[in-house]
């Protein structure tokens, strides 16, 4: 068996308008960022305008684009996560 792969973390992120969610084995020191381009791209979503996509851990947005998921999931070795479609209403 590969030792490496208990370092990883299996992450879903669901999206309401999509039938399946995003999944990968990320590094622990991955950024949050850095899986949101993932996402983003996985979904064929992109931020612009008036309209943003927030990734969410336990009902709160993750706006800490630096923070690793090693440090949402603490020691557990599972991540879920939700992206939810953000509009701003124009002035």
Not at 1 to 24: G, N, T, W
Not at 57 to 73: P, S
């Amino acid at each position: 068996m590969d030792h490496i792969q208990d370092d990883k973390l299996k992450v879903s992120v669901h999206y309401m308008a999509a039938r399946e969610p995003f999944k990968e084995d990320a590094e622990r020191n991955e950024t949050v960022g850095s899986l949101n381009q993932k996402v983003l791209a996985f979904f064929k979503l992109s931020d612009g305008g008036n309209t943003n996509y927030v990734l969410y851990h336990d009902k709160a947005a993750l706006e800490n684009m630096n923070q690793t998921l090693g440090e949402l999931a603490g020691d557990k070795k599972v991540l879920e996560l939700k992206l939810a479609q953000q509009v701003t209403q124009g002035l």
